[in-house]
């Protein structure tokens, strides 16, 4: 049998390149909100949620978006712009691997958005072709409700509690028509990461609204955002706050609404609680040796027969 491949992570010092050059390109007045940091998020989540424990396939190892398999993936859609962010880190540091880039990104651009530090650990290898990549349609669907996010998320090995911490992702960043069907931001600011999502699912009287497309989602106009704008000279219509079904989902379900309550009232746990499955999501399928170094598996060098 061939010997385990490994691949070292890393030095702070590289990697303090990569960061900075992250930070650099944060700022992008031009795109959705001012940020490219949510798209970033969003792509680092994708690449990892693909991850199935009782397969042990999936996860972000492999950065399997590059391919026409994973990346056309419709769940994926919008994507692209952050793969062509980065890809103008990823020629200034070749060293680096997508996937490993993909990752520490997001890690970067939460806490450049005022977010917590989260533990991320680097070594992860690309695929050189689509093999491994796995089926579609592990990706969560928007318009569904809590037994659809079990099911999802305990695939990957998490719990309630986890996943309603995850959520809290959707104070970033926004959807759009073209992407996902869905329209609009979750909180005012979404390029500033805190718990307004948790305060404004609690506190707010969500009215199911169908879109132009069709789509169900749920939708808020904030009363202090009017108020504000009609002060202001060229007042513009305050933007309707939204919510998607899976969103509504975490304070309907008993066992999902009491962390949404804790993580309302208290940031500092909501922000511990993140990043520490954050960086869990982020290792979902790696397997490290004793120092910390990525071993690929016989297993995992398997490809789908599809
Ligand atoms: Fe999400 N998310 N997400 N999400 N998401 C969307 C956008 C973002 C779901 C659906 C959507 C997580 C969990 C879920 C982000 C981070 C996370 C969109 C709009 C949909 C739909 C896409 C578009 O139109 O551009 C569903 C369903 C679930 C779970 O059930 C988790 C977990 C995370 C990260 C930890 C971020 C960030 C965005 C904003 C992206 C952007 O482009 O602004």
């Given at each position: 049998?061939?010997?385990?491949?490994?691949?070292?992570?890393?030095?702070?010092?590289?990697?303090?390149?990569?960061?900075?050059?992250?930070?650099?390109?944060?700022?992008?007045?031009?795109?959705?909100?001012?940020?490219?940091?949510?798209?970033?998020?969003?792509l680092?989540?994708?690449?990892?949620?693909?991850?199935?424990?009782?397969?042990?396939?999936?996860?972000?190892?492999?950065?399997?978006?590059?391919?026409?398999?994973?990346?056309g993936?419709?769940?994926?859609?919008?994507?692209?712009?952050a793969?062509?962010?980065?890809?103008?880190?990823?020629?200034?540091?070749?060293?680096?691997?997508?996937?490993?880039?993909?990752?520490?990104?997001?890690?970067?651009?939460?806490?450049?958005?005022?977010?917590?530090?989260?533990?991320?650990?680097?070594?992860?290898?690309?695929?050189?072709?689509?093999?491994?990549?796995?089926?579609?349609?592990?990706?969560?669907?928007?318009?569904?409700?809590?037994?659809?996010?079990?099911?999802?998320?305990?695939?990957?090995?998490?719990?309630?509690?986890?996943?309603?911490?995850?959520?809290?992702?959707?104070?970033l960043?926004?959807?759009?028509?073209?992407?996902?069907?869905?329209?609009g931001?979750?909180?005012?600011?979404?390029?500033?990461?805190?718990?307004?999502?948790?305060?404004?699912?609690?506190?707010?009287?969500?009215?199911?609204?169908?879109?132009?497309?069709?789509?169900?989602?749920?939708?808020?106009?904030?009363?202090?955002?009017?108020?504000?704008?009609?002060?202001?000279?060229?007042?513009?219509e305050?933007?309707?706050?939204?919510?998607?079904?899976?969103?509504?989902?975490?304070?309907?379900?008993?066992?999902?609404?009491?962390?949404?309550?804790?993580?309302?009232?208290?940031?500092?746990?909501?922000?511990?609680?993140?990043a520490?499955?954050?960086?869990?999501?982020l290792?979902?399928?790696?397997?490290?040796?004793?120092?910390?170094?990525?071993?690929?598996e016989?297993?995992?060098?398997?490809?789908?027969?599809?």
């Amino acid at each position: 049998m061939a010997q385990p491949q490994t691949n070292p992570t890393p030095s702070s010092s590289q990697l303090d390149h990569v960061a900075q050059a992250v930070r650099d390109l944060l700022h992008q007045p031009d795109y959705d909100d001012g940020s490219a940091g949510p798209v970033l998020v969003r792509l680092a989540w994708h690449s990892a949620g693909t991850y199935d424990a009782a397969s042990k396939t999936g996860g972000s190892n492999g950065a399997g978006m590059r391919y026409e398999k994973e990346g056309g993936d419709p769940a994926n859609a919008g994507l692209q712009h952050a793969r062509a962010f980065l890809e103008l880190i990823k020629k200034k540091f070749s060293w680096i691997t997508y996937a490993d880039l993909w990752t520490v990104a997001a890690v970067v651009a939460i806490k450049e958005m005022g977010g917590p530090e989260i533990r991320w650990r680097g070594g992860r290898t690309d695929f050189t072709d689509d093999n491994k990549i796995p089926p579609r349609g592990r990706l969560p669907d928007g318009a569904q409700g809590a037994d659809h996010i079990r099911h999802i998320f305990y695939r990957m090995g998490f719990n309630d509690q986890e996943i309603v911490a995850l959520s809290g992702a959707h104070n970033l960043g926004r959807c759009h028509s073209d992407r996902s069907g869905f329209e609009g931001k979750w909180v005012n600011n979404p390029t500033r990461f805190s718990n307004t999502y948790f305060k404004l699912l609690l506190v707010n009287d969500w009215k199911k609204k169908t879109l132009e497309n069709g789509v169900e989602q749920y939708v808020y106009v904030d009363e202090d955002m009017i108020e504000e704008d009609e002060d202001a000279e060229d007042a513009e219509e305050p933007e309707e706050l939204m919510m998607l079904p899976t969103d509504i989902a975490l304070i309907q379900d008993p066992s999902f609404r009491p962390w949404v309550e804790l993580y309302a009232e208290h940031k500092d746990i909501f922000f511990d609680h993140f990043a520490k499955v954050f960086a869990k999501l982020l290792e979902l399928g790696i397997k490290r040796d004793r120092n910390g170094n990525i071993v690929n598996e016989e297993n995992q060098q398997d490809g789908y027969k599809s």
